[in-house]
């Protein structure tokens, strides 16, 4: 599956954004979804993950109530609704997917990977 991540930009701290990841092919449903970010001189960190069917989500501890994770099996997309940005939350961010039930935020645990897309909050 091929994955293509949009959305990001630059918005001010206490602001809002919301990142897409379009997936390629017929099987999208087949597929549990991530978000990562990578900051500057960061490692890469498990932002969320969803299930199959959307009726799973997972979150990072310090994201959680902030941002929400969300999918749409018939546009072959998943959503991250990133809302009271903060500067600390600008990153690359990345969508990530693998096939079958998983809820995990391993990074290695997934295997296919979007091209990432930036997003810088202001002061």
């Known amino acids: 599956v091929q994955l293509q991540a949009s959305g990001g930009g630059l918005v001010q701290a206490g602001g809002s954004l919301r990142l897409s990841c379009a997936a390629s092919?017929?099987?999208?449903?087949?597929?549990?979804m991530g978000w990562f970010r990578q900051a500057p001189g960061k490692e890469r960190e498990f932002v969320a993950s969803?299930?199959?069917?959307?009726?799973?989500?997972y979150y990072a501890d310090s994201l959680k109530g902030r941002f929400t994770i969300s999918r749409d099996n018939a546009k072959s997309t998943v959503y991250l609704q990133m809302n009271s940005l903060k500067p600390e939350d600008t990153a690359v961010y990345y969508c990530?997917?693998?096939?079958?039930?998983?809820?995990?935020?391993?990074?290695?645990?997934?295997?296919?990977w979007g091209q990432g897309t930036q997003v810088t909050v202001s002061r």
């Open positions: 969803i299930n199959l069917s959307g009726g799973s989500t």
């Open positions: 092919g017929r099987t999208f449903n087949r597929y549990s």
């Open positions: 990530a997917a693998r096939a079958g039930s998983y809820l995990g935020a391993g990074p290695n645990q997934y295997d296919y």
